[in-house]
């Protein structure tokens, strides 16, 4: 519990390390030609995007648990550095 708490302040005082770990690259299969969209997580943090392959509409929305996971994995991993 002490480390989720402690992961949350982390993340909620590092604004600049913020911009660090959104540039992760971060993969998902876009829902209409199945083609793996790889972009920075930042560039996912918007609620709708276009696929750069078919041009089709991806709500992030619904790979939102993954975003934030994967951006809590980073800021862990940047944690221990
Ligand atoms: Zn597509």
Request: one cysteine or more.
């Amino acid at each position: 519990m002490n480390n989720v708490a402690g992961l949350f302040i982390y993340i909620c005082h590092s604004a600049a390390m913020d911009n660090l770990f959104s540039n992760e690259p971060f993969a998902i299969a876009c829902p209409k030609c199945k083609k793996e969209i790889i972009k920075p997580l930042n560039w996912f943090k918007k609620d709708i995007v276009s696929c750069p392959f078919c041009k089709g509409i991806v709500h992030t929305r619904k790979f939102r648990a993954k975003l934030e996971a994967a951006e809590k994995t980073s800021a862990q991993f940047r944690k221990k550095l």
